[in-house]
């Protein structure tokens, strides 16, 4: 007697978990997938070759900025 209200317990929830949450966690995980597939924007890649430029230019800074320390604190590197 007890094992079948314990087996008619987990059976409710299995059955409200299959029809209600299942279907809607399968659909949200394939659409995101298809998301992943597609690459990327128009939008994403313009913003990413901006982002590209800028962190070159932003390299560039710094190696003038580490020559010009070079040159007028040569120990500026150990002091870190």
Known sequence: MMDSDVIGFMVVPLI???IFVAPI???LHYRSK?????????E?????????VK???M???I????AIL???????????
Do not use: N, Y
């Open 16 to 18: 409200l978990f299959m």
């Open 25 to 27: 966690w399968l659909i």
């Open 34 to 42: 298809k998301q992943v597939s597609q690459g990327l924007t128009a």
């Open 44 to 52: 994403e890649h313009t913003t990413l070759r901006e982002l590209t």
């Open 55 to 57: 962190a070159d230019v």
């Open 59 to 61: 390299a560039d800074r």
């Open 63 to 66: 190696q003038t900025l580490e």
């Open 70 to 80: 070079d040159e007028e604190a040569p120990d500026w590197r150990r002091k870190a």
